[in-house]
């Protein structure tokens, strides 16, 4: 699922694709840090809707 997600400190859109099994719960609680951390990041160049991805189906 992506979440499309704005934090007032931050410019631009992030979309954050996350894996809905698991504890859904706590990751949704950590993306305002994890959206920062560079390890996650993709290139948004195929979604008009963000100007960055963040990939965290894995966390």
């Avoid at 809905?20 to 948004?44: D, N, Y």
């Amino acid at each position: 699922m992506r979440l499309y997600v704005q934090r007032p400190d931050l410019p631009g859109i992030a979309g954050v694709d996350i894996r809905l099994t698991g504890a859904p719960t706590a990751l949704i609680a950590a993306v305002p840090s994890l959206v920062e951390e560079e390890q996650h990041r993709r290139s948004s160049a195929g979604d008009p809707h963000c100007d960055v991805l963040v990939d965290l189906t894995d966390w």
